[in-house]
């Protein structure tokens, strides 16, 4: 039986200092984790209105319902790098690295195009949605901060965007920095990073795989 919740993950934008930047959804949601029906994921966010009429039929449900959006793109700097299955790949493996007890989140992938920031940039990004069943509001977004951060290192980012959301309406948001060390890693060790990123993409695909069946 699939648990109900209400979340959002369509168009979105944030002001951050003044400048606004925006997650514009071009594809379909995916289930990375757990189980969401059909009915639940509309095929492209990009159509889903403000009132959020998806989900009125789960309105009623009492109580608060926590979620997290993190947004993260797929360049390294100016250059495209990151599929959309190497983001899944790494954000699902540092979810389990920080829940070694797994509360039971569900994890939904949507891709699309996020635009804005200092130097108006427009790439290719993927936005990942966390819902939350069990812990407490305090622990869940510990646990996102921790992720938001693992992302952002693992794959070479500047900053990801963490959005909290409480039955699908954002109360906090922020621009999370890499905690890499500067300067940038050398050329070659970065060759190297992106490398294990890719050999941990081929692994978590086959594992998706057997799952899947």
Not at 103 to 111: A, R, V
Request: hydrophobic share 40%.
């Amino acid at each position: 039986m699939a648990h109900e919740h209400i979340f959002y993950a369509g168009p979105a934008k944030w002001n951050f200092d003044g400048r606004v930047v925006e997650f514009i959804p071009t594809g379909p949601l995916r289930v990375i984790k757990g189980h969401v029906p059909d009915f639940l994921l509309r095929k492209n966010p990009a159509d889903w209105r403000e009132s959020r009429d998806s989900f009125r039929h789960v309105a009623d449900v009492p109580g608060d319902l926590f979620s997290a959006r993190i947004v993260i793109g797929q360049n390294v700097g100016p250059e495209p790098t990151w599929t959309p299955d190497d983001i899944k790949a790494v954000v699902f493996s540092i979810y389990e690295k920080i829940n070694p007890k797994d509360p039971g989140m569900t994890l939904i992938q949507g891709e699309g195009i996020f635009r804005g920031g200092e130097y108006l940039v427009s790439e290719k990004s993927s936005s990942i949605s966390i819902l939350n069943f069990k812990l407490k509001k305090e622990e869940f977004e510990d646990r996102m901060f921790q992720l938001a951060h693992g992302a952002a290192d693992a794959l070479l980012q500047e900053t990801v965007i963490l959005d909290l959301q409480n039955r699908g309406t954002s109360y906090f948001n922020r621009q999370i920095a890499s905690k890499l060390p500067e300067p940038k890693m050398d050329p070659k060790k970065m060759v190297n990073h992106i490398q294990r990123v890719k050999r941990l993409t081929e692994k978590f695909v086959e594992r998706f795989k057997k799952e899947a069946t």
